[in-house]
């Protein structure tokens, strides 16, 4: 009795462990990555909690403007957590992207893919944006549709995807615009005291 007790909570122990994705991505990130923002292509290893994924890299195809990583090629051949981008509600709560969720979710172990991804903190990387057949496909999916291809009667759900990206793209400047003001003040502050 006691052993099986033992054995079924090393099995809980492991199953929490690979479901919060510690057990998916190589060990820590290599500082030469740290702070990558861009665009790769790979293939799904694992799903977690529906929010998170496993993804090996298999090729870095752009590297952005704002990406920190000194050395982003480095990121080919390892494998990563990934997950939504996170947003600020009108409620001032920040939550994941929705549309991101849906993609995570439907995504399958074994698909390879491209995606836009940032390093925002430890080994776990976010989705940056989806493609504009990434968005239509999670789209479908958090609507109930799954894989049925898009039909003429189908407008209303593509009106409600529009309103939904658009909501979320408010957000995203809203949250641009704060940026660009704090930087803006932090650019006033240095030239006061260069002067």
């Not at 609507?143 to 003429?152: L, Q």
């Amino acid at each position: 009795m006691k052993r099986t007790i033992g054995r079924m909570a090393l099995a809980a122990a492991v199953m929490t462990a690979l479901c919060a994705g510690q057990a998916w991505a190589d060990d820590e990130l290599p500082e030469g990555l740290k702070g990558f923002s861009g665009q790769v292509r790979g293939v799904v290893k694992g799903k977690g909690d529906g929010n998170t994924f496993a993804f090996k890299v298999g090729r870095v195809l752009r590297v952005w403007k704002n990406n920190e990583a000194e050395t982003p090629r480095e990121l080919v051949g390892r494998q990563v957590s990934v997950g939504p981008r996170w947003v600020k509600g009108e409620d001032g709560k920040w939550r994941p992207m929705e549309l991101h969720v849906a993609f995570i979710r439907k995504l399958k172990v074994g698909q390879e893919l491209t995606l836009e991804i940032r390093n925002e903190e430890g080994n776990h990387f976010n989705i940056l944006e989806l493609t504009k057949e990434q968005r239509q496909w999670a789209a479908r999916a958090a609507e109930g549709e799954g894989d049925r291809p898009e039909r003429e009667g189908d407008k209303p759900s593509r009106e409600a995807e529009t309103q939904r990206v658009i909501k979320e793209l408010r957000a995203e400047i809203e949250r641009l615009k704060a940026e660009n003001a704090e930087l803006r003040k932090r650019i006033e502050r240095i030239e006061a005291l260069l002067k």
